[in-house]
């Protein structure tokens, strides 16, 4: 890949990045002074089954058709058809443990949120599968686009509804916006005339790539995880929200660059020819992702 290809993709990644997470910043800040913060509690405690059951979801298949191409429909058809029925598998089950999850932590309307939530989860299968096919071609300025005014649909969403004095519910109607906007958007970038098929060749492949990358994000998820589900049980809602809003304000700059790279290193591993070409690439990669990432730290 040119050197000068990289830095436009890098150039737009960035752009994508910085700009939907400057906005969640500017969303948080206003929200904090529009709820309190045992609203944010509750919300977070939601998050935290979100998360676990997006991290079976979000990326996987998306990432699969970005390490194999878009070239072979048999394997396209096979991931789209595999990426959607992980994500029904997946809302129905976070439909199942609702009630539990409401019982465990003492909060009745977590049911509806979860419900709501789980619907959300399905757009997010869907359309993590179309930013697989952007990513892998390389459409990164309409990525960035897409995502651009999906955030700025979910910001002014979920800041009109605490207006309006919805509470909790300000973040879960914000969400539902965002994914609509994003799926609807990255779909009509896309242009992929998909077909609900699985081949049998291809569906061990695309199985083993989906469980194996879950598997990665598993580890990762219990770290982020188990500190919101220790505050949020020992020390109540209230408490979490304040940790919540301040984790998300600390963790912005890593999100930032967490998917600028990413989303530009995937697609560029996957297209250089031999082993060695990968590992020379990749010791370049955490060579200056070391040089830029400590005196930012």
């Known amino acids: 890949m ?3 290809s990289l830095i436009k993709s890098g150039f737009w990644t960035t752009y994508g990045a910085v700009a939907t997470r400057l906005l969640a ?14 609203e944010f509690g509750v919300i977070s405690v ?6 676990f059951a ?4 979000q990326g996987t298949a998306g990432d699969f058709i970005v390490y194999k191409g878009t070239e072979d429909k048999r394997y396209l058809n ?3 058809t595999i990426g959607l029925c992980i994500g029904a598998v997946l809302a129905l089950g976070l439909v199942a443990i609702s009630p539990l999850a409401a019982n465990f932590f003492g909060l009745p309307n977590l049911v509806w949120i979860l419900i709501i939530l789980a619907f959300n989860l399905l757009l997010s299968s869907l359309q993590s599968i179309y930013a697989g096919v952007l990513t892998r071609r390389m459409q990164y300025r309409e990525l ?7 955030s700025f649909v979910r910001v002014s969403s979920t800041i009109g509804c605490a207006f309006l004095g919805l509470s909790y519910w300000s973040f879960v109607l914000g969400d539902t916006a965002f994914w609509l906007t994003l799926s609807a958007i990255t779909s009509r970038h896309a242009k992929c005339n998909f077909r609900l098929e699985i081949d049998p060749e291809a569906r061990a492949e695309v199985l083993s790539y989906c469980l194996g990358a879950t598997g990665s994000g598993l580890g990762y998820y219990v770290n982020s995880n188990c500190d919101n589900l220790v505050i949020g049980k020992l020390l109540g809602s209230i408490s ?4 919540f809003f301040a984790y998300q304000l600390t963790m912005t700059l890593n999100s930032i660059l967490g998917q600028a790279i990413g989303q530009i290193g995937m697609p560029a591993f996957a297209q250089l020819p031999d082993d060695r070409q990968q590992e020379n690439a990749l010791l370049k990669v955490v060579e200056q992702i070391a040089f830029l990432a400590a005196p930012l730290y």
């Open 2 to 4: 040119k050197k000068i």
């Open 25 to 38: 910043l500017l969303s948080n800040l206003l929200l904090a002074r529009l709820l309190l913060p045992s």
């Open 46 to 51: 939601a998050y935290i089954f979100w998360a």
């Open 54 to 57: 997006n991290l079976f979801n």
């Open 78 to 80: 096979t991931t789209y």
């Open 144 to 150: 960035a686009n897409s995502t651009l005014i999906a």
């Open 240 to 243: 979490l929200g304040y940790y």
